[in-house]
């Protein structure tokens, strides 16, 4: 059973930066494609970026590209998100996800996509 777990949500103001992290256990994180993920209030969770299990390949929402980035540590089992300067539409609980292991060739920021989903970390941005 995989299973994923987020950490380093917080609040930080405005241009700031936060590091998010999720830790997977029962599967290794280098064979999984990978997505994060973030629900603002009132809104529909929405894919922030993913990143395929075959290859270090990442792709990001248009909102993000440029200042999120997507990484993982296949010693530690993690998945990071970066996030660079940060706006206050970034705010919102953000999760992480993995695809099933038979499609770790590509990744999507289809939220469909994805069958195993951590409680999530939230992040708050203010002005």
């Known amino acids: 059973q995989v299973r ?4 380093g949500g917080g609040s930080v103001q405005v241009g700031g930066s936060l590091k998010l992290s999720c830790v997977v256990s029962g599967g290794i994180v280098g064979r999984y494609s990978m ?3 973030r629900q603002g209030p009132g809104k529909e969770r929405q894919g922030v970026g993913c ?4 290859g270090p390949n990442t792709f ?3 909102s993000v590209h440029g200042r999120f980035t997507i990484s993982r540590d296949n010693t ?4 990071y998100l970066q996030m660079d ?3 206050p539409e970034d ?4 999760s992480c996800a993995a695809r099933r292991l038979a499609y770790s060739g590509s990744c999507a920021l289809e939220k469909y996509d994805y069958i195993h989903w951590g409680q999530g ?4 941005v203010s002005s």
């Open 4 to 7: 994923l777990a987020e950490s």
């Open 35 to 37: 997505g994060w993920f």
């Open 51 to 54: 990143i395929i299990g075959s």
């Open 60 to 62: 990001y929402a248009d």
């Open 76 to 79: 530690n089992n993690t998945l």
């Open 85 to 87: 300067s940060l706006k």
């Open 91 to 94: 705010s919102g609980m953000y």
């Open 121 to 124: 970390t939230q992040v708050t």
